[in-house]
Structures are given as structure tokens and as C-alpha cells.
């Protein structure tokens, strides 16, 4: 506001000075002066009545810079700035995430030829995203692939989730494909409903569309 003050006053004292007939007292003399600022003040969207007139005297002045100090028309509102949408926080944008995942239902096991993605009944893929529910470990797969038959639980413990250390136990077989986690393995070949194999404790851990 302050600063709009002296802009206003700035802008008196410069038109005082303009206008012909001018004398160090600040008044206006010539009617032209009166018309001159009648229109600018109707140009910006202001009251002419704010400015000198033609019989103004300096004892006016006063009276005048108060009556702009009360006009509304320099009122300033501060615009307070709305988001159109809520920013996420990390909580919510993953809640979110997750709502847009969707699980295979049933949950098919396949050979390296099966396509994989979110199974259903129409669709018959293979999940890819597999989780164990006892160990807690995402199931690995390999593709043409096959696991030798020594393999046992002590093997997959210490050596999940090291593909090099599995290479030792890994035999290639073209079409097929070795699943492991840490607790549990499958060497598959063909399209497989994994609800045939009741020991297997795996989920599908959600796709996303």
C-alpha cells in the first residue's frame, strides 16, 4: 500500500508540472489541465474526482491524497493460489499404485514357450510375479532351464538369490523353465495350474496394468 501511495503522488506532482499555466503553489490554471486529467483518470478505471480540478488550491492537496488513500479502486487484495488436485505424499501415491495392480487368478506355472502376464481363465499366462508366503522370497525363473535332481533345501538357503552359485545345479533344456525361492524349487515344462500342487506356498504378487 505504501508503495502504491507514492506512485499516486508521484504521479500528482507530475501532472501538475505538465500541465500549462502551472505555478510552484501545484494548482492547474487552464481547464485543458481538468480535462487532460479527467480522461486519464477514465482511461485507468479511476474517479476524476480524485485528481485537482481547475479551482483546486494547494489546501486541497491534503484532502485529495486522503481521499486516494481511502479509495477502494487501490485496495490490493493478496490472491491466494489454489491447487486444482491434492499433491500425493509418498503413502498415498503408493496406495494408489497398488490399487491399479491387478493379481493372476488362477496362477499358472509354464515352460520357457508360455507367455507370461496376469493369468486368467481366458487368459492362460504364466505369472512372473511371484512371491513365496514361507520364506517371504520372490520366486526366480530361469528360462530353458531345468534343475538337477540333487538339489534340496539347504542348495536354494544359502545360494537364493546368486545366479551364479544356482548355475552349478542348473541343466539346459530348451522350452522349459526352472522356478525357485529360498525355500522351495519346480522344473516345468508344460502349462501348469499352480492350485494342482498344494506344497508349493506361492502367490501371485500383483501385476501392473
Known amino acids: 500500500m505504501a508503495d502504491d501511495l507514492d506512485q499516486l503522488l508521484d504521479e500528482v506532482e507530475r501532472r501538475l508540472r505538465c500541465l500549462p499555466g502551472s505555478e510552484a503553489a501545484g494548482g492547474y490554471r487552464h481547464s485543458g489541465g481538468e480535462e487532460a486529467a479527467a480522461a486519464a483518470a477514465a482511461k485507468e478505471g479511476r474517479s476524476p474526482e480524485l485528481f485537482l480540478s481547475a479551482d483546486s488550491s494547494e489546501e486541497d492537496l491534503d484532502d485529495i491524497i486522503d481521499e486516494i ?16 488436485s491434492a499433491s500425493l505424499t509418498p503413502e498415498r501415491n503408493s496406495a494408489v499404485m497398488q490399487a491399479h495392480r491387478k493379481r493372476c487368478s488362477p496362477v499358472y506355472l509354464g515352460g520357457s514357450f508360455s507367455p507370461h502376464g496376469i493369468g486368467t481363465n481366458i487368459s492362460k499366462r504364466t505369472c512372473d510375479q511371484l512371491r513365496c508366503t514361507a520364506c517371504d522370497f520372490r520366486v526366480s525363473l530361469f528360462n530353458d532351464y531345468i534343475w538337477d535332481q540333487s538339489c534340496d533345501y539347504l542348495f536354494f538357503r544359502n545360494n537364493m538369490p546368486e545366479l551364479r552359485k544356482l548355475r552349478a545345479k542348473m541343466i539346459k533344456k530348451k522350452g522349459a523353465r526352472a522356478y525357485a525361492c529360498q525355500c522351495s524349487w519346480r522344473s516345468i515344462d508344460e502349462l501348469t495350474d499352480l492350485q494342482t500342487d498344494q506344497q508349493l506356498r506361492w502367490v501371485c504378487g500383483k501385476h501392473a496394468e
Do not use: A, G, R, V
Not at 488513500?69 to 486444482?84: A, G, I, Q
Open 69 to 84: 488513500c481511502n479509495d477502494s479502486s487501490f485496495t490490493k487484495t493478496p490472491l491466494k493460489l489454489k491447487s486444482n
